[in-house]
């Protein structure tokens, strides 16, 4: 730690002031609920400037919150990286189709209901902070978390919070004379998101392909699909998916707990392998 002893961390503002992408959308489609569609187009507006994704994203953002049935009905038309559901074998499951698995689906959401389940997530994330600073004997403070800061934050208006389609409005403006322009004014939301793509493509490659060889042990994955993918991803055909890295995790933990086929039957009724493990 460099000889500091006390860190400042960042955590909570983005569940106090409306960071997070899911705040947008949900205020979006509170401002059409209420009528208000002149503010809507105007924050969307401001959204597209600021942002160079696909128009699809972002009318797959509001519909999650404004239409979620409907968009379950017509979720394939929009675009969708991920390969999931063609990694699992859905006669193992005994579902003639993806469209039969359970899905979770929004219901409207409002924006305070979005903050209550950020904070709930938030608390598993502090223990992951506390933990990982104590492992390097280094305290850790939280200034956006001080009670009062968080109270006076929730009694703020979401025009105060989320203003021409970005989050954290006013900490902003607060922070203009403070911080430099490409710093406040930064708006492409990141996580501390791993480099899994260039470690799969490149020293990692042997290990991923070592890792995903052993779903052929786990009937409910299409393992050879998997592996052709993989090895698409590998020649630069098609983008990463996160999957991988998942189906790995997912492998290893049944390894590491000793969980059979025959166990994830006794919990999962959809599952019901059609042959002996």
Same mark, same amino acid.
């Given at each position: 730690?460099?000889?500091?002893?006390?860190?400042?961390?960042?955590?909570?503002?983005?569940?106090?002031?409306?960071?997070? *992408?899911?705040?947008?959308?949900?205020?979006? +489609?509170?401002?059409?609920?209420?009528?208000?569609?002149?503010?809507?187009?105007?924050?969307?507006?401001?959204?597209?400037?600021?942002?160079?994704?696909?128009?699809?994203? *972002?009318?797959? *953002?509001?519909?999650?919150?404004?239409?979620?049935?409907?968009?379950?009905?017509?979720?394939?038309?929009? /675009?969708?990286?991920?390969?999931?559901?063609?990694?699992?074998?859905?006669?193992?499951?005994?579902?003639?189709?993806?469209?039969?698995?359970?899905?979770?689906?929004?219901?409207?959401?409002?924006?305070?209901?979005?903050?209550?389940? &950020?904070?709930?997530?938030?608390?598993?994330?502090?223990?992951?902070?506390?933990?990982?600073?104590?492992? @390097?004997?280094?305290?850790?403070?939280?200034?956006?978390?001080?009670? &009062?800061?968080?109270?006076?934050?929730?009694?703020?208006?979401?025009?105060?919070?989320?203003?021409?389609?970005?989050?954290?409005?006013?900490?902003?403006?607060?922070?203009?004379?403070?911080?430099?322009?490409?710093?406040?004014? &930064?708006?492409?939301?990141?996580?501390?998101?791993? /480099?899994?793509?260039?470690?799969?493509?490149?020293?990692?490659?042997?290990?991923?392909?070592?890792?995903?060889?052993?779903? &052929?042990?786990?009937?409910?994955?299409?393992?050879?699909?998997?592996?052709?993918?993989?090895?698409?991803?590998?020649? *630069?055909?098609?983008?990463?998916? +996160?999957?991988?890295?998942?189906?790995?995790?997912?492998?290893?933990?049944?390894?590491?707990?000793?969980? +059979?086929?025959?166990?994830?039957?006794?919990?999962? /009724?959809?599952?019901?392998?059609? @042959? +002996?493990?």
């Amino acid at each position: 730690a460099e000889g500091r002893k006390v860190y400042l961390s960042g955590q909570g503002a983005d569940e106090i002031i409306a960071g997070y *992408g899911s705040y947008f959308w949900s205020f979006l +489609s509170e401002l059409l609920l209420t009528g208000r569609i002149m503010t809507a187009i105007s924050e969307y507006k401001g959204y597209r400037k600021k942002r160079v994704n696909s128009a699809f994203i *972002g009318i797959r *953002g509001f519909s999650e919150y404004l239409f979620p049935s409907l968009l379950r009905m017509y979720k394939s038309y929009f /675009p969708n990286t991920s390969q999931a559901n063609s990694f699992l074998d859905f006669q193992e499951l005994q579902l003639e189709d993806k469209n039969q698995a359970p899905q979770i689906i929004r219901k409207n959401d409002s924006t305070k209901k979005i903050l209550q389940y &950020r904070m709930t997530i938030l608390r598993s994330i502090l223990h992951y902070v506390d933990r990982t600073s104590m492992a @390097h004997s280094v305290e850790t403070r939280i200034p956006f978390l001080d009670y &009062r800061l968080v109270e006076f934050c929730m009694s703020l208006p979401n025009s105060l919070k989320i203003k021409d389609g970005i989050g954290k409005y006013i900490l902003r403006q607060i922070m203009e004379n403070i911080l430099p322009a490409k710093i406040k004014n &930064r708006f492409d939301k990141m996580g501390f998101a791993s /480099p899994e793509s260039v470690w799969a493509r490149g020293d990692l490659n042997d290990f991923y392909r070592e890792e995903l060889s052993k779903l &052929r042990e786990i009937p409910l994955i299409k393992s050879e699909v998997v592996l052709k993918s993989f090895e698409k991803f590998t020649k *630069g055909l098609i983008p990463y998916d +996160s999957t991988f890295t998942r189906l790995i995790n997912f492998q290893r933990w049944l390894s590491i707990f000793k969980i +059979s086929a025959a166990a994830i039957a006794a919990l999962n /009724p959809l599952f019901k392998p059609t @042959h +002996s493990p």
